[in-house]
Nanobody, 124 residues
Framework: QVQLVESGGGSMQAGGSLRLSCSIS????????SGWFRQVPGKDREAVAI????????TYADSVAGRFTISQDNAKTTVSLEMNSLKPEDTAMYYC?????????????????WGRGTQVTVSS
């Protein structure tokens, strides 16, 4: 059973920084694609940053490019999201996800495994 456990998040003023971490219990083909998604009430879940864990290919949403950084630790057990220059529009529930390594796309339905989510709130 693949498990994803998020940590980090919380409240921050605009311009500040937060770091999210996701512990992923397995490193294999079925979890080679990983990513951070976010969702606000009434809207679809959207991809923030996607990482191909095997070779390090990364994709960012236009809205966070240059401000957020996704990374993986050397042990390949944790995928983190460093969020800088936070804006009120970054406020959302953030989810970590993992899925098979046959193309790491941004559509949420590609990802089979999800964490429970962690709330990020940015005040102006």
């Amino acid at each position: 059973q693949v498990q994803l456990v998020e940590s980090g998040g919380g409240s921050m003023q605009a311009g500040g920084s937060l770091r999210l971490s996701c512990s992923i219990s397995t490193y294999d083909y079925y979890t080679y694609c990983s990513g951070w998604f976010r969702q606000v009430p009434g809207k679809d879940r959207e991809a923030v940053a996607i990482l191909y864990r095997r070779w390090g290919d990364i994709t960012y949403a236009d809205s966070v490019a240059g401000r957020f950084t996704i990374s993986q630790d050397n042990a390949k057990t944790t995928v983190s999201l460093e969020m800088n220059s936070l804006k009120p529009e970054d406020t959302a529930m953030y989810y970590c996800a993992a899925g098979p390594g046959n193309g790491c796309i941004t559509q949420p339905n590609k990802y089979n495994y999800w964490g429970r989510g962690t709330q990020v709130t940015v005040s102006s």
